[in-house]
């Protein structure tokens, strides 16, 4: 499966496997040299501790890479008073009389426990590309459905909170 990324996704992502490269992997083969040089490795916990480390790390930097290698770059065309990547949303809930304000992001991103839903998720499709005060339905399965008033769209740059998901 592709992976939809903006361009700061991508830009954290090479961040995280340049720091992993560079940073952490020699760290982590110093640890494991130290811990080899002190005998016996049939009962050295920490040599076991550090090579499991080093699998970890370059486990991770291959997941990031493939994920990079296969990832398709999307970017906002909306309009301003258009709900669009990265856009704040406001939705009024009529079966529950309640107000909800997510966030629209790549998938990468997404988090419902904080409110970040992805462009993909059935509520982020439904509601791309809407203005305030459409009515959207937004479908749950197939015999199950919601409806929701847009009450405000905010455009927000910031993405210092939107951490991408580890895997």
């Known amino acids: 499966m592709k992976e939809k990324l903006t361009r700061k996704d991508v830009e954290k ?3 995280e496997i340049d720091h992993r490269k560079l940073v952490l992997r020699p760290q982590i083969l110093d640890a494991v040299r130290e811990a080899r040089a002190q005998g016996d490795l049939s009962e050295n916990f920490e040599y076991y501790a550090a090579k499991r480390e080093n699998g970890t790390n370059n486990s991770r930097i291959r997941y990031l890479e493939r994920m990079l290698k296969n990832a398709v770059i999307v970017e906002d065309h909306s309009s301003s008073d258009e ?3 990265n856009k704040t949303v406001t939705v009024y809930i009529e079966e529950d009389d309640e107000c909800e304000t997510y966030k ?3 998938s990468i991103r997404g988090n419902s426990m904080k409110n970040l839903i992805s462009i993909e998720s059935p509520l982020g499709k439904a509601l791309l590309h809407h203005h305030v005060g459409d009515t959207v339905t ?3 399965n197939d015999t199950y459905s919601y ?3 847009i009450r405000e769209i905010q455009d927000t740059d910031g993405e210092e909170n939107d951490n991408i998901r580890a895997f």
Request: charged residues 5%; glycine residues 6%.
């Open 13 to 15: 992502i090479q961040a």
């Open 83 to 85: 709900v669009g990547l």
């Open 104 to 106: 629209i992001v790549t």
């Open 138 to 140: 937004i479908p749950v």
């Open 147 to 149: 409806d929701v008033v």
